[in-house]
C-alpha cells in the first residue's frame, strides 16, 4: 500500500531525528541519494557522470540546501557542476561554502550545453508558482530537470498549478510520498528511505499486492452463489450499449453470477449468454449487490427504479443517469444504511454538489461523502475515492487511454461485482480502478485484428488480462 502524507507529517517526522543528529547529517543524507538518483539518471541519458554538466536551481529552503550538497557530491564524480542562486543571501551557507570548495561555479543562468538541471527552489512548504525570476531561470533551458522533493510551482496538497510550474523527468522524494506525487505529472518519483518513522497514513494509494489480496478468486468450495451475484440496472432497448459494457464487466470480474434487469435484456444476452436477463426488476431474483444507473435514463420509471434498489439493504454503486436522478433526490442515499458507492465524474459531482469541482479533490470528494454518507469515487486521470470517516484512496491512471465513452460502465460493473463479493466499499472502489486503469494501459498495447483506437469494449476485454499480471 503506497502511503501519502502532508507536509506537517512529514515535518513532525524529521523533527525527532534532527534533534537527535549532528546538525546537517539528515540533509546531506538526503543530499547522497539525491546525488545518487541524479548519477543514475545521467547515465539513462548520457552514459554516464564524468564529463556531463549539471546545473543546480537554489532556494533559500533545505531543498536548496540538499541541491547544492548534491552537485557537490556530483562535482566530485567528475561533472562539472555549476547553480543558480535566487536569494543569494539566504542560500544554505556550508552547502555553498562545500559547492565551491569542490570546483563548482555560481552562474546567472543555466548553461545551453547543461546535460541536467536540479530543481532546489521549492520544497514541500512552499506555496503559489514560480516567482518571475525562477520562471525565467527554468524557461531558458530544454534540459532535464530532476526536482527535489516536488517540481517547483505544484501544490503539495493538490496537485494543482496556479502559474509557471516546473515540468520534471524525475522527482526524488524523502521519507514518505505527498499526495502531489499521485495528483500531478512529476515525472518518475522516487522515494528515498531518510529513516522517518511515519505511521499509516489516511491517504492511500493500491499496488498490486493489495489488489491480490482482496480481489476475489475463486476457491475450492466456491459455487456461482458464493462468489457473489452481481445485479445490473443499465442501459435500454434504445441504448443498450452501457447495459452490454456493465454487465461484461461484471462477467469478466469473476463475478459468480450476473442478473441483468431492464429492456436491453435481448442485446444482453445476445453477448453474454451466462447473463440471466430479465425485463423488469421485480423479476430479477436475488443479488447481493447492484450495479444502477449508466443509460437507464432520467425518465419517471427510471427514478421509481433507483429508488427501489436504494431502498433495499444491498451494497450499491449509483453512476450516470443515477447520478443525475440523485442529485434531484439526495435523501435517498442519506437515508440507507447499507454500502452505497457513487461514481460522479466533474460534471456530475457539479449536479451533486451545486459547484464545481476546485482544485482541491480530495478535500472536495471527502466533503461530499461526509454530506451524504456514502463512498464517493470522484473519476479523473487520477482517482480519488473517499470513505465517509475513513481513508482516501489515490489512483493515478498513469495515462488517459480509460478517458473514452462507455469507460465508466466498464468500472460500474466491476464494482459491482467486487461489491456483491463482499469488499468493502471504498476498497472495492479503489481495487477496481486500479484493475480499470491496468485493462486500459492493456487494451492500448494490443492493436488486436486491426489498429483502431481504445474502446470501452476492448477495456472490457482485457479485465481478464490486467487481472492475470496481478493475481
Known sequence: MRHYYTAEQIRAAEAPLLAALPEGVLMRRAAHALAGAVAGELRRRCGGVAGRRVCAVVGSGDNGGDALWAATLLRRRGAAAEAVLMRPEHTHPAALAAFRAAGGRVVEAVSPTTDLVIDGVVGISGHGPLRPEAAAVFGGTDA?????????????????????AVHAALTVTFGGLKPVHALA???????????LDLPPSDIRG?????????????GRVDDKYSQGVTGVLAGSATYPGAAILCTGAAVASHSGMVRYAGTAAAEVVSHWPEVIAVRELGDAGRVQAWAVGPGMGTADDASDALAAVLATDLPVIVDADALTLLSHRPELVRARNAPTVLTPHAGEFARLTGHSVGPDRIGETRALAEDL??????????????????????????QSWAATAGSGDVLSGMIGALLAAGLPPAEAAAAA??????????????????????????????IRSALATIL
Do not use: M
Open 144 to 164: 532535464a530537470v530532476v526536482a527535489v522533493d516536488i517540481p517547483s510551482g505544484i501544490d503539495v496538497w493538490t496537485g494543482a498549478t496556479s502559474g509557471p
Open 185 to 195: 505529472d512529476c515525472g518518475r518519483v522516487e522515494l528515498i528511505d531518510i529513516g
Open 206 to 218: 493500491f499496488e498490486d499486492a493489495d489488489v491480490r489480496e482482496r480481489w476475489p478468486v475463486p
Open 373 to 398: 454518507g456514502a463512498t464517493v469515487l470522484l473519476k479523473g486521470n487520477v482517482t480519488v475515492i473517499a470513505d465517509p470517516a475513513g481513508p482516501v484512496y489515490l489512483n493515478p491512471a498513469g
Open 433 to 462: 480502478a486500479f484493475v480499470h486503469a491496468r485493462a486500459a494501459g492493456l487494451s492500448a498495447a494490443d492493436p488486436g485484428p486491426a489498429p483502431v483506437p481504445t474502446s470501452s469494449s476492448r477495456i472490457q476485454a482485457h
